[in-house]
T-cell receptor, first 112, second 109 residues
Framework: SAVISQKPSRDICQRGTSLTIQCQVDSQVTMMFWYRQQPGQSLTLIATANQGSEATYESGFVIDKFPISRPNLTFSTLTVSNMSPEDSSIYLC?????????FGPGTRLTVL | EDQVTQSPEALRLQEGESSSLNCSYT??????LFWYRQDPGKGPEFLFTLYSAGEEKEKERLKATLTKKESFLHITAPKPEDSATYLCAVRGSQGNLIFGKGTKLSVKP
């Protein structure tokens, strides 16, 4: 398994501001993933973060809106930029280990 | 297009009343079907991975099975602590996980 922590666990933000979410893993991993879980919807992959290279974004997600950093093999950040109420969601960090994928506890974001 | 559909959306059971959750999928080149449990306010907790039709896996009161078109999560004699949302996901040839919307299970004492 994998032990994954995220900060903050929740936040309430004003429209137009940005929030950076941190993800820490208990041991080194090659790829880290960022997902979004909107109310009543499936988990949706935002991007894949590899250490030492730019993140790979899925269709519908862009770097300007969701910049990602991956400074080392155990840590990543996701920034939600210029937020609007439509960005209210749970954001989840995930890692793959031995062909199985594990998730962090999530960050619940509310944008007013 | 890869797709995962879970049914029912919600299921209410009495304690001890066994039932099954369904996960139907369409994927090119299945590289694994995953079941997760998610409690309110928490991230998904990994339960099982199935790779080929006919495969079965068990954990306590849960048993997952797989065919070429669908997977079932059987819950035997459920308890209130089994109440959660159960998520199904598939990994196809693209490598990414495609999730269903989940089944919210409530078990009443």
């Amino acid at each position: 398994s994998a032990v994954i922590s995220q900060k903050p666990s929740r936040d309430i933000c004003q429209r137009g501001t940005s929030l950076t979410i941190q993800c820490q893993v208990d041991s080194q991993v090659t790829m880290m993933f960022w997902y979004r879980q909107q109310p009543g919807q499936s988990l949706t992959l935002i991007a894949t973060a590899n250490q030492g290279s730019e993140a790979t974004y899925e269709s519908g997600f862009v770097i300007d809106k969701f910049p990602i950093s991956r400074p080392n093999l155990t840590f990543s950040t996701l920034t939600v930029s210029n937020m609007s109420p439509e960005d209210s969601s749970i954001y989840l960090c995930s890692v793959e280990r031995a062909s199985e994928q594990f998730f962090g506890p999530g960050t619940r974001l509310t944008v007013l | 297009e890869d797709q995962v559909t879970q049914s029912p959306e919600a299921l209410r059971l009495q304690e001890g009343e066994s039932s099954s959750l369904n996960c139907s999928y369409t994927v090119s080149g299945l590289r694994g079907l995953f079941w997760y449990r998610q409690d309110p306010g928490k991230g998904p907790e990994f339960l099982f991975t199935l790779y080929s039709a006919g495969e079965e896996k068990e954990k306590e009161r849960l048993k997952a099975t797989l065919t070429k078109k669908e997977s079932f999560l059987h819950i035997t004699a459920p308890k209130p602590e089994d109440s959660a949302t159960y998520l199904c996901a598939v990994r196809g040839s693209q490598g990414n996980l495609i999730f269903g919307k989940g089944t919210k299970l409530s078990v009443k004492p």
